[in-house]
């Protein structure tokens, strides 16, 4: 963990000299306390998430029900009549059985399901304005639902429930930033981009190198994920998360191995093309959801500061806990120090066949 290394003054290196070798710290861990005690809390942090990665559905993001109702007829004021289109997702091979409560009365017009989703179509006659939606059964699960909104003029409002709050008042509340949440929560929920993410701490020297290497994943991202959302690019998500969990098994070689690799001496170039690669898992989130017409570049942009906000809160955490722990004084074995890693190196093997044969099998 080469970053959080730097943070351990040497003896035998001058006063300003804050770079100590991976290599002789998984060989020496017994000879520095300091070493070992930067180590415990980034390894044990990864030891949490890889508990939380038990359940293989936690290898993916949570995908949030979709529910657009355009109004198609009436005033505001009076009695109106608007369309429903309600997409639930499968989770761990069945539906969630939401339904939706309005201030209206519904008809269910047409249900189609395929395999990742249920998507039925409502009709809904108002007597006066749509007022309150709830999603019922929401309650009962782990997902958010974002819903939109749009009258006869073409304004669309956004709103996102959850289990917590499953109802929303559309005359009392203001619009959200959807987006800008959901790009949280899928760098949160997507365990493997967690684990991708603090698998680079290992990788990084000092604080400049650290600068560049998050620089690097955020542009290498940001490229391809605009370019899936905007149709330029199209490839097909099952082999895009088969590569992905490829990349978390080639990390975690490369964190037990030493420094001589082009990993080790440009972590940032590297980074550059792995951050392209997960661009396109999470444009594969993002086409789930869709994007506005009318304000597509600005939800694109929430969406991708959103996962920033995700990818730096995580580092900010792992970094702020390591700090704390470097006064216990705890000692490591060696085989302690590099478990974790392993642990994490394994299950993203265990991915990485599981989605290549979901590949072959489609």
């Known amino acids: 963990m080469k970053w959080f290394t730097n943070r351990v003054r040497h003896p035998e290196r001058s006063e300003g000299s804050l770079y100590v070798p991976?290599?002789?710290?998984?060989?020496?861990v017994q000879d520095d306390i300091g070493v070992s005690r930067c180590h415990f809390v980034l390894k044990g942090f990864?030891?949490?998430?890889?508990?939380?990665?038990?359940?293989?559905?936690?290898?993916?993001?949570?995908?949030?029900?979709?529910l657009t109702i355009k109004q198609v007829a009436g005033e505001q004021s009076d009695s109106a009549t608007y369309q429903a289109v309600f997409k639930q997702p499968q989770v761990q091979g069945r539906f969630l059985n939401l339904s939706i409560v309005t201030n209206c009365d519904?008809?269910?017009?047409?249900?189609?399901?395929?395999?990742?989703?249920?998507?039925?179509?409502?009709s809904l006659s108002c007597a006066?304005?749509?007022?309150?939606?709830?999603?019922?059964?929401?309650?009962?699960?782990?997902?958010?639902?974002?819903?939109?909104?749009?009258?006869?003029?073409?304004?669309?409002?956004?709103?996102l429930v959850n289990g917590r709050e499953p109802k929303v008042s559309i005359a009392g509340e203001t619009s959200t930033p959807v987006y800008l949440v959901l790009g949280v929560e899928h760098l949160f929920f997507g365990i493997d981009h967690v684990l991708f993410v603090l698998l680079l701490l290992y990788l990084v020297n000092g604080w400049g190198n650290l600068v560049k290497v998050v620089?690097?994943?955020t542009v290498a991202h940001s490229i391809t994920?605009?370019?899936?959302?905007?149709?330029?690019?199209?490839?097909?998500?099952?082999p895009v998360?088969?590569?992905?969990?490829?990349?978390?098994?080639?990390?975690?070689?490369?964190?037990?191995?030493?420094?001589?690799?082009l990993v080790h001496r440009k972590p940032w170039l590297i980074t550059f093309a792995f951050g392209l690669l997960h661009g396109l898992g999470f444009a594969?989130?993002?086409?789930?959801?869709?994007?506005?017409?009318?304000?597509?570049?600005?939800?694109?942009?929430?969406?991708?500061?959103?996962i920033e906000i995700g990818q730096l809160s995580i580092i900010a955490v792992a970094l702020t806990l390591t700090f704390a722990v470097t006064r216990t004084g705890l000692k490591l074995t060696r085989t302690m120090v590099s478990l974790p890693v392993y642990i994490v190196g394994g299950v993203s093997v265990f991915w990485f066949i599981d989605r290549s044969l979901q590949v072959v099998a489609s």
């Open 106 to 122: 519904s008809t269910l017009v047409n249900a189609k399901t395929n395999s990742s989703a249920l998507e039925e179509t409502f």
């Open 22 to 28: 991976e290599s002789k710290i998984l060989h020496s």
């Open 46 to 66: 990864l030891l949490i998430l890889v508990i939380l990665i038990a359940q293989p559905s936690w290898a993916h993001e949570m995908r949030p029900a979709l």
């Open 284 to 306: 594969g989130a993002l086409a789930e959801i869709g994007l506005p017409q009318a304000s597509a570049a600005m939800a694109l942009f929430l969406f991708n500061v959103g």
């Open 215 to 217: 620089t690097s994943f």
């Open 128 to 159: 006066g304005p749509l007022a309150s939606i709830e999603i019922a059964g929401l309650e009962r699960t782990l997902i958010d639902t974002m819903i939109t909104v749009e009258d006869l003029s073409g304004s669309t409002k956004n709103y």
């Open 225 to 238: 994920l605009a370019l899936s959302a905007f149709n330029v690019v199209s490839v097909s998500q099952a």
């Open 241 to 261: 998360e088969a590569l992905i969990a490829l990349s978390i098994v080639l990390l975690a070689a490369e964190a037990l191995r030493g420094e001589g690799s």
